[in-house]
């Protein structure tokens, strides 16, 4: 079963609103989580580390002050997309990696609709 | 930088057909390498996880092969089926836990 779950799984949200997305390690505890973000048609890019008790890293491109993350617990990680605009709008997937596991688990990922 | 390359970027087959997807990389100081599917809409569902010592990894019909030195992985799939008809991505593991994506295949199975 899922063990890295998203909320929402969809959202639509107006230009200029801030919209909060949830990551959730289920059965097992995350000291860091992986945020993607992937536009139509094109592959996944990581967009930031989420590291519990510590700011995130972000990757190069990306705007902390736009993208919020906050890892607040072992088990959930939100990503805060604060005043949204259309251009925003993309699928967004979350990633835990697993204590003495070597691959990544995946969420079900965001869609995220900015109009 | 890390870049990944995945061909072919589309492949269109007839059910049954043995099937080769490769996949290329830049750095080839990766440690381990994971192949995914992704249907449409969908999020990721891990195929393979091919570790850093191990040379490939065999799931049903599915099998996937590591050359390091070279830079390239192949996911084979045999006996091809209509279900089978997803996006299969390629992502090596570079530094701590962080994957970097490949393109993709898009892969279509007629029945």
């Known amino acids: 079963g899922a063990v890295v779950s998203q909320h929402p799984s969809w959202v639509i949200c107006k230009s200029g609103t801030s919209v909060k997305i949830e990551c959730r390690s289920l059965d097992f505890q995350a000291t860091t989580m992986f945020w993607y973000r992937q536009f139509p048609k094109q592959s996944l890019m990581l967009m930031a580390t989420?590291?519990?008790?510590?700011?995130?890293?972000?990757e190069q491109g990306v705007e902390k002050d736009k993208f919020l993350i906050n890892h607040a617990s072992l088990t959930l990680s939100t990503l805060t997309v604060t005043s949204a605009h259309p251009e925003d709008s993309s699928f967004y997937i979350c990633?835990?990696?697993?204590?003495?596991?070597?691959?990544?688990?995946f969420g079900p990922g965001t869609r995220l609709t900015v109009l | 930088k890390q870049e990944v390359t995945q061909i072919p970027a589309a492949l269109s087959v007839p059910e049954g057909e043995n099937l080769v997807l490769n996949c290329s990389f830049t750095d080839s100081a990766i440690y381990n390498l994971q192949w995914f599917r992704q249907d449409p809409g969908k999020g990721l569902t891990s195929l393979l996880l091919i570790q850093s010592s191990q040379r490939e990894q065999t799931s049903g019909r599915l099998n996937a092969s590591l050359d390091k030195s070279s830079g390239r992985s192949t996911l084979y799939i045999a006996a091809s089926q209509p279900g089978d008809s997803a996006t299969y991505l390629c992502?090596?593991?570079?530094?701590?836990?962080?994957?970097?994506f490949g393109t993709g295949t898009r892969l279509l199975v007629s029945p």
């Open positions: 989420s590291n519990e008790g510590s700011k995130a890293t972000y």
């Open positions: 992502a090596p593991y570079t530094g701590f836990q962080k994957l970097v």
């Open positions: 990633s835990a990696p697993r204590t003495r596991r070597p691959e990544q688990f």
